[in-house]
């Protein structure tokens, strides 16, 4: 009975939590409800016997992903004034976009179909030669190879996707020249000096090389400073 009161619990607060996410105006009060149906979710699992799932969802998403979505809202300066200007010019193709998406949803539902033997699944014998991460190992990594290495590669081009766009080739960053770096040798930027006695355990030291400016540069300097 108890059971039955903490799933409708939890489950009434992750759904509302989940629309609160899309309906808020503030991002950063969506991250926070994202939190919230994260670890919902995560309570949902461990009712369901998935301790497993449970720990990683709280894991990585709570404790990695929305913290850092967090943070990355919160430090981004959005105009979204300006975000919104420009809504009625892209609203034919957002208007496609979300026909297409509930066409999807519409073919998806029409051809699900509730299984006679659902609700004796669990009453079926629970697997007592292996722990619940084992299974979901071997049931990940056989029967569902190929998805989860599908998933992997649509996460890496969307990662590729975000380096792109927000990669900004400014002038005044800075920039390795490597071959500059491994071909140069000691000469070039150390310098042997000698210590007198008593001042440390060797009477030869290295120190990087001070390069004087010429007569040149000075005088430029000083013609810069006269204008």
Known sequence: MIVNI???LFATVLVASAATVVSARNPVHSVLFLILAFFNAAALFLIAGAEF???TLVIVYVGAVAVLFLFVVMMLDVNFAEL???FQRYLGVGAL???VLFVELVSVLGGWKLAPQAGQLRFAPIVSTMSNTEALGELLYTKY???FQAAGLVLLVAMI???VLTLRDRKTSRHQNIRQQTERKVADTLEMVTMSLGTGTGSEVYRPKIVEETADAHG???H???H
């Open 84 to 86: 919104r200007s420009g």
């Open 145 to 147: 190879v190929f998805l």
């Open 53 to 55: 799932l449970a720990m």
């Open 220 to 222: 430029h300097e000083e």
């Open 161 to 163: 996707g975000a380096i």
């Open 224 to 226: 810069g400073h006269g």
């Open 6 to 8: 903490l799933f409708y």
């Open 97 to 99: 976009v979300g026909v």
